[in-house]
T-cell receptor, first 112, second 116 residues
Framework: GNSVTQMEGPVTLSEEAFLTINCTYT??????LFWYVQYPGEGLQLLLK?????DKGSNKGFEATYRKETTSFHLEKGSVQVSDSAVYFC???????????FGRGTSLIVHP | DAGVIQSPRHEVTEMGQEVTLRCKPI?????LFWYRQTMMRGLELLIY????????DSGMPEDRFSAKMPNASFSTLKIQPSEPRDSAVYFC??????????????FGDGTRLSIL
């Protein structure tokens, strides 16, 4: 079956630091990969996605590259802000299913 | 465009009472999902519908939980009778099947449920 593994949180950084949140997956076929972000008191919202190998998704300064050889989709940002403090979820959909598989989420705390 | 709309945003009620959560999906979306989120268990899929038909309710924790989708623009999740362990944030999400499994889900802002 499909599965997504994310690094445990919380990740605590100072403002302007470099961010990496690791995500690896197991899936049948050729999945689409997603990162969602959940701000306090809100629902999850799509941050970025990639639908085939070597694609790079990007949004709001965040990037993630679909690496089929390492089955990874790590999230990166060069310089985080306090406003990036949130929970980040890695997810995938595959095999003709419209039902995504989510990781457990990684909490990011950015200090001024 | 309006997103997924959930009501109420907060619900506090006493154990044993019936609770009804409501969701209006994005117009044109053919999938609707109900999730529960807690610190202990994370995000759990409870049930999902396709074209208003329930497809998989294996995530519904007990018979006390039921969900309906009478039309394409409305769904309810009901808990009767409610128990303190049902306290959680309940999310509704919708998606469009479109060209394949590359379509993301769109989440509402959730209902924070507290059962005393």
């Amino acid at each position: 079956g499909n599965s997504v593994t994310q690094m445990e949180g919380p990740v605590t950084l100072s403002e302007e630091a470099f961010l990496t949140i690791n995500c690896t997956y197991t899936a049948t076929g050729y999945p689409s990969l997603f990162w969602y972000v959940q701000y306090p008191g809100e629902g999850l919202q799509l941050l970025l996605k990639a639908t085939k190998a070597d694609d790079k998704g990007s949004n709001k300064g965040f990037e993630a590259t679909y690496r089929k050889e390492t089955t990874s989709f790590h999230l990166e940002k060069g310089s985080v802000q306090v406003s990036d403090s949130a929970v980040y979820f890695c997810a995938l959909s595959s095999g003709g299913s419209y039902i995504p598989t989510f990781g457990r989420g990684t909490s990011l705390i950015v200090h001024p | 465009d309006a997103g997924v709309i959930q009501s109420p945003r907060h619900e506090v009620t006493e154990m044993g009472q019936e609770v009804t959560l409501r969701c209006k999906p994005i117009s044109g979306h053919d999938y609707l999902f109900w999730y529960r989120q807690t610190m202990m268990r994370g995000l759990e899929l409870l049930i999902y519908f396709n074209n208003n038909v329930p497809i998989d309710d294996s995530g519904m924790p007990e018979d006390r939980f039921s969900a309906k989708m009478p039309n394409a623009s409305f769904s309810t999740l009901k808990i009767q009778p409610s128990e303190p362990r049902d306290s959680a944030v309940y999310f509704c999400a919708s998606s469009f099947s479109g060209t394949g499994h590359n379509q993301p889900q769109h989440f509402g802002d959730g209902t924070r449920l507290s059962i005393l």
